[in-house]
């Protein structure tokens, strides 16, 4: 499985960026795919989880109303589209999948077997 995350970059305070996760390796229907991200000096938290049909969705708090999560799975491919950026969505951006048999989502770190690299977001005041 790999799983390729882009679209990071530096962006103003109220602008946005769509990140996407592009995965290989896996059957994709049979995967719940999640956002993670990690600032520095900060342990890895949730940002948005989708289930296999896309029906099931978790946002973090801190992104609610901000930040929306999608999959295209004819294309294989997660995103992330994130609006009204605030400088403390500066972060290293993961993607991450995990096989599943129901269509649930998943909310902590260990859940996930597969992990992206990331992807920087750096957003400036």
């Known amino acids: 499985v790999q799983l390729q995350a882009s679209g990071g970059g530096l962006v103003q305070a109220g602008g946005s960026l769509r990140l996407s996760c592009a995965a290989s390796g896996l059957t994709f229907t049979k995967y719940v795919m999640g956002w993670f991200r990690q600032a520095p000096g900060k342990e890895r938290e949730l940002v948005a989880t989708i289930s296999w049909s896309g029906v099931s969705i978790h946002y973090a708090d801190s992104v609610m109303g901000r930040f929306a999560v999608s999959r295209d799975n004819a294309k294989n491919t997660l995103y992330l589209l994130m609006n009204s950026l605030k400088p403390e969505d500066t972060a290293v951006y993961y993607c991450?999948?995990?096989?599943?048999?129901?269509?649930?989502?998943?909310?902590?770190?260990?859940?996930?077997?597969?992990w992206g690299r990331g992807t920087l977001v750096t957003v400036s005041s």
């Open positions: 991450a999948a995990n096989p599943t048999t129901w269509d649930n989502v998943l909310i902590t770190t260990n859940q996930y077997a597969y």
